[in-house]
C-alpha cells in the first residue's frame, strides 16, 4: 500500500462502518452485539486505507467484545480543542492505561491468544 499514491476524495465513514458491522455479524449471526453508529460522518482521504484502518478498528472490538453477552460497539464523533475526533468504542476487554501507548505499536498484543482467539492485527486493543 505505501507505494501507491494515496488519493484524497470525502469518504462517508458512517456507512463504511455500517458495511463493515454487517460484515462482522455474518461471520457469527448468534451472537448479540449492537453497533451504534453515527450517521453522516464523512472525512476527506483515501477510501482503501480508509476502510483498512476501519476494519481493524471494528474488527478488533468485535474480537474484544466477543465474551460479553449484550455486546455494544460504538462508532463516533465529537469536538475536541476546536476538531472532530473519531472514536470507536465497546464494552469489551479494554486495556489498563499504562498500556495505551502499545495499542498502535505493530505487531503488539496486550491480551493472550488463550485469552481471544484470531491473529493479532497490527493495531490490537
Known sequence: MSRVEPTRIAVDLSQMAMGIAEELR???????????????ITVMGDPILLRIVMQNLLGNAWKY?????????????????HEQVLFVQDNGAGFEKENAGRIFAAFQRLHTDKEFEGPASASPR
Do not use: C, V
Not at 26 to 40: G, L, P, V, Y
Not at 75 to 81: I, N, S, V
Open 26 to 40: 455474518s461471520t457469527d449471526m448468534a451472537r448479540s452485539t449492537t453497533f451504534r453508529i453515527e450517521k453522516n
Open 65 to 81: 467484545t466477543g465474551k460479553q453477552t449484550e455486546a455494544e460497539i460504538r462508532f463516533g464523533a465529537m469536538k475536541q480543542d
